[in-house]
């Protein structure tokens, strides 16, 4: 099967950039949305982001033309999907959405289409339970932001084939980007395994009053060559977003203590100090 057109579900921060490296590299690309609101917003932001791209000379007028016949936005997913080889679902974080999701998509794309999800925390394989094709059934999980992050981390459920992995590759290559494959659909995956307990180790640190947080992401800058300090980066994320995921993998690997979140990250996201999308988390914004 070739995989031409590919419908992306949910056009929040993920699916809009998602959306847009699929179309740039040539696929028929529908965006969904339950939001026609969203949708709009989805649609601004890739024409101010490709605007961009013309005026730093990465891409030609003409190319922009050809993204936007490629590129359509629209509210009825089934429909989308129908004429799908490949699905990649971005909606909200919520197993009981996704689940939805999967099947509605399950009974309206194509028997050979491959269903994916760009979750960051929920079992691949639940949401293949969801669905009559659980070998055709991945995690495709796209790093934020996505036209800039080199990485796909792909992700094999218990019963996802070769075949759907190799398939996955190969488009997540053909948008430029390079991928990591967690063989195992374990909690975190690779990725949020390696960073969640080291933004926690460092939230542990300032905690403990052992370093400030300028010195502790000094500390990983300059002593351990990261671009970003763990506490920036996690003012980035939302911490939010960054308990919640901890709270996965605590659970997930039974209470595991090298997961357990620092009761600091749970007294900042109590006081609504979640980071640079409200001004304030470990730096003020
Ligand atoms: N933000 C990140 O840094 C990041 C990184 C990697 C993976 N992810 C994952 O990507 C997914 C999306 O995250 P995001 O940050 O783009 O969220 P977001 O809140 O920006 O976007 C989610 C979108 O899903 C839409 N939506 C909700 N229910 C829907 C439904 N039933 N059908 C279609 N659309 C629906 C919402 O209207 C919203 O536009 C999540 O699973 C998240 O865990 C996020």
Redesign the pocket.
Known sequence: MKIETVTV???????SGIAQVCAVAGYETYV????GA?LEKSEAGIRKRLARNVEKGRMTSQEIDGVWERLHFVQD?RKAAGQSQLIIE????KLD?KT??FKMLDEAAPEEAILTS????IPITTLAAATKRPPKVAGM????PVPVMKLVELIAGLQTSQETLAAIREVAESVGKQVVVAQKDMPGFIVNRLLMPSINEAVWLLHEGIGSARDIDKGARLGLNHPMGPLTLADF?GLDTCLFILEVLYEGYGGDPRFRPCPLLKQMVGAGHLGRKVGRGFYEY
């Open positions: 579900v949910g056009s929040g921060q993920m699916g969904t949305d339950l939001s969203q997913a971005a909606a909200i974080e959405v939805e999701i760009n979750t960051s925390s999980h796209f790093m934020n994320i």
